[in-house]
C-alpha cells in the first residue's frame, strides 16, 4: 500500500506545480531518441493541466559535471514535449535565477514549462538547500515523478521536497506500488531472476531476497563468480575476485532456493559469428569465456518461471547485446511473457531487452529506473520518496 500523497490527495486549482520528472533521455544530433520516460510523465502533467494547474518541468540530462554544456541541454526534450502534447511548451535557459523567475512569472493555469538541466549546476548533485530553495520559490506545489532518480538524494528529487509541500505523481506511485507490493506481499510463489555482470553490485539484493523469495534464479556475468566460489575454473570468464568469500557465504546461506546456471554458451571471443560451443557448468578451458546461460538452463528456470505467482527480473542472462549471446535473456522474456505470474521487470538493461524481444506488452510492469528498484528490491528507503508527505 502507498503511504505517500499522491497528486489526487492536493487542489492544485490555479497553483503552480514544480514536477520533477526523469527525462534522462538519448539525444542525438539534437533529436530524442526513445521517448519512453517522455511518455512516462505525461499522464501525471495531463492531469495537473486538467485540474487548473500551470506545470514546472525540471529535470537532469547526462552527466555535465555541474556546468552548462550545451550537449546536455533540455531543450529538444522541450520541443518534442510540444509535439507530443500537441501544444506550446516553455523553455528557460536555467532552472533557477532570472531566466527561469521570468518564465515562472507569465505562467497561466494550462501553461507547460520545461526548464534547463539541473545539473549544470554542481550544486544539485550534492543536494545543495540553497539551490533547492531557489527552485522550490518558482512554485506553490512540489510533485516528484521521477523514480528513475528517487534513489539519489539531490537538491531537485529531495532538497526542493523540504520548502513545498510535496507528493507522488503518478508513475512514482505506480513504481512503488508495484514493486513494494512485490517485496513486502508477494502473491506466491515468489521468485526473483538476477543477472548482469556483478555481483557486488547485487549482494544487498541477493541478502534482502534470500528472506523473502522462494527462489532466486542467477544468470549473466555474476554467475561466473559463484561457480569460482565453488572451486569451478571458469577460463577467462569475468569474474570479481575480491567476492568470492561473500558468494561462498550466500551459496550456503541460499541453499536450494539459490539456483544456479547448470550449463553455458562459451566462446574465445565476444564477437558476433564465433565459435561457440554448450557445455556444462565445470572446467571451462582456458582461453574460453562463459557469456550465457546455456539450453538445460533456459528450460530449468523456464519452468520455475511458469509455477511462479511473483517474478522480479533485474539483469541479463548474458552478453546479450550480441545476438550470438543473446538468447538465454530473451528466452527468459518469453518465459516470463507466457507466464501466468505478475511480472516485474526492473529498468536498465532488462528493461531494454524486454523492448527488444518485442514482448512488452505481455509485462505486469517495466520499471523506469534501474538503480532505483535494484535499491528498492535490497529493502532500502529512497530519498526522493522518504521527503513525500505522508498520506
Not at 18 to 38: M, Y
Not at 111 to 127: Q, S
Not at 198 to 227: H, Q
Not at 239 to 268: F, H
Request: hydrophobic share 45%; with cysteine.
Amino acid at each position: 500500500m502507498f503511504a505517500k500523497k499522491s497528486v489526487r490527495d492536493i487542489d492544485v486549482k490555479g497553483k503552480k506545480v514544480l514536477v520533477r520528472v526523469d527525462f534522462n533521455v538519448p539525444i542525438k544530433e539534437g533529436v530524442v531518441q526513445d521517448d519512453t520516460r517522455v511518455r512516462a510523465a505525461l499522464p501525471t502533467i495531463n492531469y495537473l493541466l486538467e485540474k487548473g494547474a500551470a506545470v514546472i518541468l525540471c529535470s537532469h540530462l547526462g552527466r555535465p559535471k555541474g556546468t552548462p554544456d550545451p550537449k546536455y541541454t533540455m531543450k529538444p526534450v522541450a520541443e518534442y514535449l510540444g509535439k507530443l502534447m500537441g501544444k506550446p511548451v516553455a523553455f528557460a535557459e536555467d532552472c533557477v535565477g532570472e531566466p527561469a523567475e521570468k518564465a515562472a512569472a507569465t505562467l497561466k493555469p494550462g501553461d507547460v514549462l520545461v526548464l534547463e538541466n539541473t545539473r549544470y549546476h554542481a550544486g544539485e548533485e550534492k543536494n545543495d538547500l540553497d539551490l533547492a530553495k531557489q527552485m522550490a520559490s518558482l512554485a506553490d506545489v512540489y510533485v516528484n515523478d521521477a523514480f528513475g532518480s528517487a534513489h539519489r538524494a539531490h537538491s531537485s528529487t529531495e532538497g526542493v521536497a523540504r520548502f513545498l509541500p510535496a507528493v507522488a505523481g503518478f508513475l512514482m506511485e505506480k513504481e512503488i506500488e508495484y514493486l513494494g507490493q512485490a517485496i513486502d506481499d508477494p502473491k506466491r510463489p515468489f521468485v526473483a531472476i538476477l543477472g548482469g555482470a556483478k555481483v557486488s553490485d547485487k549482494i544487498g539484493v541477493i541478502k534482502n531476497l534470500l528472506a523473502k523469495a522462494d527462489a532466486i534464479l542467477i544468470g549473466g556475468g555474476m554467475a561466473n563468480t559463484f561457480f569460482k566460489a565453488q572451486g569451478y575454473p571458469i577460463g577467462d570468464s569475468l569474474v570479481e575476485d575480491e567476492v568470492l568469500d561473500l558468494a561462498r557465504e550466500l551459496i550456503a546461506q541460499g541453499g536450494t532456493k539459490l539456483r544456479l546456471p547448470v550449463d553455458a554458451v562459451i566462446a574465445e571471443k565476444m564477437e558476433e559469428g564465433v565459435e561457440t560451443k554448450v557445455v556444462p557448468v565445470g572446467p571451462t578451458p582456458d582461453g574460453w569465456r562463459i557469456l550465457d546461460v546455456g539450453p538445460q538452463t533456459i528450460e530449468a528456470y523456464g519452468k520455475v518461471i511458469a509455477g511462479a505467482a511473483t517474478v522480479v527480473w533485474n539483469g541479463p542472462m548474458g552478453v546479450f547485446e550480441v545476438p550470438t549471446f543473446a538468447k538465454g535473456t530473451f528466452e527468459v522474456a518469453k518465459a516470463l511473457a507466457a507466464s501466468k505470474c505478475v511480472s516485474i521487470v526492473g529498468g536498465g538493461d532488462s528493461a531494454s531487452a524486454i523492448q527488444k524481444s518485442g514482448l512488452a506488452d505481455k509485462i505486469t510492469h517495466i520499471s523506469t529506473g534501474g538503480g532505483a528498484s535494484l535499491e528498492m528490491l535490497e529493502g532500502i528507503a529512497l530519498p526522493g520518496v522518504a521527503a513525500l508527505q505522508d498520506k
